[in-house]
Nanobody
């Protein structure tokens, strides 16, 4: 089993930056890819970005392309989400997730961290 813990959320003004970090523990050798999702009030959880741990292949939601960057540190078992040019519509609870194969669902989730962008 894999445990995930997010950190780095907070309050920032529009146009500012934040870095979220996700630390994985447990059966980290089973992880194929990790991703970030977000859920705004009254909305469904939505995909933000993902990265494969071998090869570092990345994927982004259209709404964050060019503003957010996902990166990994395999030695530390961490995945970061660097968020720049933040907008009020980026306000949400951000969740880290992991999946153990290319075609598997994300089966491990963190508890979430709040990001609030003020206008």
């Amino acid at each position: 089993q894999v445990q995930l813990v997010e950190s780095g959320g907070g309050l920032v003004q529009a146009g500012g930056s934040l870095r979220l970090s996700c630390a994985a523990s447990g059966r980290t050798s089973s992880i194929y890819a990790m991703g970030w999702f977000r859920q705004a009030p009254g909305k469904e959880r939505a995909f933000v970005a993902s990265i494969t741990l071998t090869g570092g292949s990345t994927n982004y939601a259209d709404s964050v392309k060019g503003r957010f960057t996902i990166s990994r540190d395999n030695a530390k078992n961490t995945v970061d989400l660097h968020m720049n040019s933040l907008k009020p519509e980026d306000t949400a609870v951000y969740y880290c997730a992991a999946r153990n194969s290319r075609y598997a669902q994300y089966g491990s989730w963190g508890q979430g961290t709040q990001v609030t962008v003020s206008s």
